[in-house]
């Protein structure tokens, strides 16, 4: 029998050929073929309302689910920004398979529809049973399923997607594609699909630091893979920490929105540098002067811009989340080091400076741990000024057209604001409260939500309290409008 694209169905249609196939452990296809196959040996009743077709169904193909009604399901998988987009996920076996289970909810959230391969280890993990509930679909497992391989299962679920995400990404399925192997579903999916791949790493520090897993990553890059994370932190299975921890669920659909995204690019041609987080200056080689930032705010402006198309490049003091899809991202540790990186990314249309940098450092880093010794008190501590970043590219020969600075103040906001602007060579500095109360925990540092003031030679223009993704849309809209008045 000739394949059927399920994606040219309705919506009503293809949400009751959903339930009824994850009920039926059977393919969306094969349930439709079933259910053609009764309408033309005419075994349903008059099609005149979709719960009568519903119960007709039921009954010839011998599925005792819940009957809810086809209505109530659509409301609970409300559109939103993936409604069409249809998501392919791998579960990869390690230990944040769990985390999958969210992802899936996440995207169905957003309309998307979801169908997921597990590889065996990830079975191992979380079970069928939870993911196909979730799903609302068949779970597929084995590359030789008599079912589906008739008509080559694999290569059909690999091309009837959007975008194919593999959450876990083991160091081992990274590993199979790097190198063209193709021994399960998962592995042969990923090698027979000509739709974008995002992988989701998620490993301990070690796997993820292995050469070998580098130089995989590297060969993926550069045969197109975009990656979202691995973020730094605890790991789960162990009292180990470091960098191998998968994006969160909402970091991944973040990802996905980003590859999916086809709005207008307001801001393609433009290379725009940001700086984010804090910076790390060394008193001994434990020991460094830090400030709270986290890195949020910047993270979430540099992938604002490239949602607009923007070549980003993003300077990132020591941050514990995931670098930013889409965007270059360089890792630094201090005021001098990111300085130099920001110098040598010039030219460029535009910058932002989110980061923190710390105003002083020490004039001396001990090159050993500074000792403490009874009766000889704390060390005096001699600091020197650190070079001011935002003023040095506001007014060097290479100023990008347009400059933006950000001043973290607990005090005379504005004030301080408009001085920041003058002296600085900014186009406009976004001034944050950072005592604002409500604006997260503890205050807009670290916390999610930000309140911020756009202060600039017009005025000042006051932005309501929302969340840093909101305050980093708004912004990179901002810019975009302010650059295309700009002509280079
Ligand atoms: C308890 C446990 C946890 C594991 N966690 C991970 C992990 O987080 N990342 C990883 O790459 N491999 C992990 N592994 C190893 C993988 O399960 C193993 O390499 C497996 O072959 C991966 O198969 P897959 O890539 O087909 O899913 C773990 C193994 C065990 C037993």
Do not use: C
């Not at 996920?89 to 390690?94: E, H, K, M, R, S």
């Not at 000792?371 to 003023?391: F, H, R, S, T, W």
């Amino acid at each position: 029998m000739a394949s059927i694209t399920i994606r040219n169905l309705d919506d009503e249609v293809k949400d009751l050929l959903r339930r009824l196939a994850a009920e039926n452990d059977r393919s969306m296809e094969e349930q439709a073929r079933i259910m053609i196959r009764a309408a033309v040996e005419g075994q349903l009743g008059p099609a005149g309302r979709i719960e009568q077709i519903e119960k007709t169904l039921r009954e010839l193909t011998g599925s005792h689910g819940p009957a809810t009604p086809v209505a109530a399901v659509s409301n609970q998988t409300p559109r939103g920004s993936l409604s069409g987009k249809r998501i392919l996920l791998i579960i990869g076996g390690g230990i944040a398979a769990y985390k999958a289970l969210d992802l899936i909810r996440r995207l169905r959230e957003r309309g998307a529809a979801v169908r997921v391969v597990m590889t065996s280890a990830a079975q191992e993990f979380v079970t069928t049973l939870s993911v196909g509930a979730l799903s609302a679909d068949r779970v597929f497992t084995d590359l030789f399923d008599r079912n589906d391989e008739h008509d080559v299962g694999h290569i059909r679920l690999s091309r009837e997607a959007d975008l194919v995400v593999v959450a876990p990404a083991t160091a081992d399925l990274m590993a199979k594609l790097a190198n063209g192997h193709a021994n399960d579903l998962g592995s042969t999916v990923l090698i027979a699909t000509d739709k974008p791949v995002l992988m989701a790493p998620a490993m301990n520090p070690k796997m993820w630091s292995h050469p070998a897993t580098r130089r995989n990553r590297a060969t993926l890059q550069k045969d197109g893979i975009a990656f979202v994370g691995p973020a730094k932190g605890e790991m789960a299975e162990s009292n180990e920490a470091g960098e191998g921890r998968m994006a969160e669920p909402l970091e991944i659909v973040a990802a996905i929105e980003a590859l999916l995204d086809i709005r207008p690019k307001p801001l393609a041609g433009r290379k725009i540098i940001v700086t984010s987080g804090p910076t790390h200056e060394p008193i001994d080689p434990v020991r460094y002067i830090a400030n709270r930032s986290s890195g949020k705010q910047g993270h979430a402006i540099a992938a604002a811009l490239a949602r607009l198309g923007a070549d980003v490049r993003l300077v990132s003091g020591p941050v514990g989340i995931a670098d930013p899809v889409g965007v270059t991202t360089l890792h630094v540790e201090t005021a001098n080091e990111m300085k130099d990186a920001v110098e040598q990314l010039l030219p460029a249309d535009a910058a932002v400076f989110v980061a923190a940098v710390a105003d002083w450092r020490s004039v001396t880093s001990a090159g050993e741990k500074i000792k403490k010794v009874a009766g000889e008190g704390p060390p005096a501590l001699q600091m020197v000024e650190n070079p001011d970043i935002l003023a040095g590219v506001g007014h060097h020969r290479q100023r990008p057209s347009l400059v933006v600075g950000f001043a973290a103040e607990t005090q005379d906001l504005v004030r301080n604001a408009e001085a920041k602007l003058r002296k600085k060579g900014a186009d406009f500095i976004v001034a944050n409260d950072v005592s604002h109360e409500g604006a997260g925990s503890p205050g807009v540092m670290g916390g999610d939500r930000n309140k911020v003031r756009i202060v600039s030679k017009a005025g000042i223009d006051e932005w309501p309290e929302m969340s840093k993704g909101e305050v980093a849309t708004r912004l990179a809209a901002l810019i975009a409008e302010r650059l295309k008045t700009i002509v280079v």
